[in-house]
């Protein structure tokens, strides 16, 4: 169990590693972009596309770095609420396990998608949209993971009465 724990947390270092490299690519692209504009009154066309190429990816990496926090939006009006722990924790579950559902009936469609989109070229970058694609079913199974370390220890929280 302590080995799970510990590949978790590097899965969760190498998660948070790539978003902050994304987020200062978008950040120097955007800079690029603006200071072209501005300065040469034309900017490079790759750069735009670039950005939301790096969005897309940070997108779908960042939201595995929220369900780690149980960050994303929720209506837990009835679990804050609720005064028994136990079926705070029990709701807790059900809610997430909604979501891992949810994700598994989009895993197939997502991969499907990938594999429709393999001719399609961006159009300043010169790469196979089936690479942008790909950051979809990607992100679904480290959502998944993700919910697999978390909806444990989160419900122990709830149960306990520490969240």
């Known amino acids: 169990m302590k080995s799970l724990m510990k590949i978790d947390r590097i899965i969760e270092k190498i998660q948070t590693a790539l978003c902050m490299i994304l987020f200062i690519g978008i950040l120097v692209l955007g800079s690029i ?27 779908f990496i960042g939201s595995s770095l929220t369900v780690r926090v149980d960050g994303h939006v929720s209506v837990d009006i009835l679990i804050t609420f609720m005064k028994n722990n136990k079926m705070r924790a ?3 579950v059900i809610s997430r396990l909604i979501c891992v559902v949810f994700l598994l009936m989009f895993l197939p469609a997502s991969i499907a998608l990938v594999m429709r989109s393999g001719e399609i070229m961006g159009a ?12 979809v079913p990607i992100g679904i199974v480290m959502m998944l993971c993700s919910y697999a370390s978390t909806i444990p220890k989160l419900a122990k929280q709830y149960r306990e009465g520490e969240k």
């Open 124 to 135: 300043a970058i010169r790469i196979p949209y089936s690479y942008i694609y790909l950051t």
């Open 33 to 59: 972009q603006v200071f072209g504009r501005f300065i040469f009154s034309a900017a490079p066309p790759w750069t735009e596309e670039a950005m939301r190429f790096l969005a897309i990816y940070l997108t």
């Open 90 to 92: 029990a709701l807790f």
